[in-house]
Structures are given as structure tokens and as C-alpha cells.
């Protein structure tokens, strides 16, 4: 019962003060995420800057392109990471392999109170290619991030909640913090070393590892139906701007 009123407490705080796990980011100093979706305008070759027509990003990046071209010109250099998702796994590459058309997502880290020019001529942390555009997925995303509680084995793996997307979060309201999941053949499972991504197996997973689960379901389902949908991603140790 305590640990439920401790979750209820913790989600309630989550809820209304950031509104989606993504603004999570910002930091004491002032500091935040932006997050700019969008596709790529021209190949980015070996330059400083990338172009994107910006249609989408989180909320601290959305405000800042109110009144703006949504064409933006952003800046990279050489500690930005580039990373190829490909099927739901990623590659490290570099930024000749972005093309004029790829679905990309900038992520910077500047003042939240700069102005948009300011965080455009910050050299973005990471830029994650999708590739070119495709259907977008039929059923929304279910976040759930946590420590493994145990070795995952017989297509299930229980992680002890801490975390997650406002969806799951609030499916997460008056439930035990422990939880299990399903996986399947199709599942990937992904181990970040630093910033650098692989594949892994699923009794790679160390009991006591930072774990995210991402599941792909109906908006309308209960938390005991989700864990029942085998999850599509299984990040061990991911970095928080990759979400």
C-alpha cells in the first residue's frame, strides 16, 4: 500500500509539472532538450549544418518554432552523434548517410531560454535517421523504464517502474511498482555502451540494469492487457536523449 501511495504521489508530480517524459530532460542550470522532428531537406554531405523541415519535436522545441520558418538550419560538429534505425535497430554512422528525404530527429541541448536561432547554431548531441518516409505506426507507444528485477527468460522480463511516457505512466496510477512484460522472436534488444548502441540477446540483461520497454498497443488497453502485447524495443542502459 505504501509503495502505491509513493507511485501515486510520483506520477501526479510527473504529470503536471512536465507533461510527457521527453521534457524530462531539462536540467538545474537552466539548461534543456529540444527535440526537432522532421525530414531532411538536402544530403548533409560533411558540412556544419543540416537542413530539416521541421514538423514535429517536443514541447520546449514546438514553442520556440511558434511564428518561425519551419525550415531550420541546424548545427552539428564533430562530437554529434549520428545513428541509422533501420527495422528497430541502430547503427552508428556518419553524416554523409543522412539524404535529402530521411525522416531525422535533432536533439540539442541549450538554454531553455535562448531563441531559436541560438539553439539552431548549438551543435546538436545526437541526430537519429529513420530513413525515408513510410506509414506511420497503427498503435500508439507505451514507454515503460525501470531496473530488471530478475533474468528475463521464457519470453517475460519484470522491471521494477520508475519511469515512462505519460501513457504509461498513467496506466502505472495505483499499481504495484513491479511489473511484467512480454517478448517475443521479433523483439529487439538493444545494450548502449556510452552512446553506442547493440544488439543483444535477451539473457544479456543484468539483474539491476536500467531498462526501457517500448510496446506497441491500443490506446484503450489496461496495463495487464499491454504486458500481454509482446514489446517491438528493449533498451539496456539507454541514454535519455534517445527516447
Not at 533474468?151 to 522480463?157: F, N, Q, R, Y
Not at 547493440?198 to 492487457?225: E, K
Request: proline share 5%.
Amino acid at each position: 500500500m505504501r509503495k502505491q501511495i509513493l507511485l501515486g504521489a510520483l506520477l501526479a508530480v510527473t504529470i503536471l509539472t512536465v507533461g510527457a517524459s521527453a521534457s524530462l530532460a531539462a536540467r538545474s542550470n537552466g539548461t534543456a532538450l529540444f527535440i526537432f522532428n522532421g525530414r531532411m531537406l538536402a544530403d548533409a554531405g560533411s558540412g556544419s549544418t543540416i537542413s530539416v523541415d521541421v514538423n514535429g519535436g517536443n514541447r520546449v522545441a514546438l514553442k520556440k518554432l511558434v511564428g518561425q520558418n519551419d525550415n531550420a538550419n541546424f548545427a552539428v560538429d564533430a562530437h554529434t552523434q549520428y545513428l541509422r534505425w533501420t527495422h528497430g535497430v541502430p547503427t552508428v554512422v556518419t553524416e554523409s548517410n543522412l539524404l535529402a528525404g530521411d525522416r531525422v530527429s535533432v536533439r540539442i541541448v541549450a538554454d531553455r531560454q535562448a531563441s531559436l536561432a541560438q539553439i539552431e547554431a548549438t551543435a546538436a548531441r545526437r541526430v537519429a535517421d529513420s530513413g525515408q518516409p513510410g506509414r506511420f505506426p497503427s498503435q500508439p507507444l507505451w514507454l515503460f523504464r525501470g531496473t530488471l528485477d530478475a533474468p528475463a527468460s521464457a519470453g517475460h522480463l519484470t522491471l521494477h517502474i520508475d519511469d515512462g511516457n505519460l501513457r504509461a505512466l498513467r496506466a502505472m496510477l495505483g499499481q504495484p511498482l513491479d511489473q511484467t512484460f512480454r517478448y517475443d522472436r521479433h523483439t529487439i534488444f538493444v545494450l548502449w555502451q556510452g552512446r553506442v548502441p547493440t544488439v543483444i540477446s535477451p539473457g544479456q540483461l543484468h539483474v539491476g540494469d536500467s531498462i526501457s520497454v517500448r510496446i506497441r498497443a491500443p490506446h484503450a488497453f489496461s496495463l495487464a492487457q499491454v504486458e500481454q502485447v509482446p514489446a517491438n524495443h528493449v533498451g539496456d542502459h539507454e541514454p535519455a536523449a534517445s527516447s
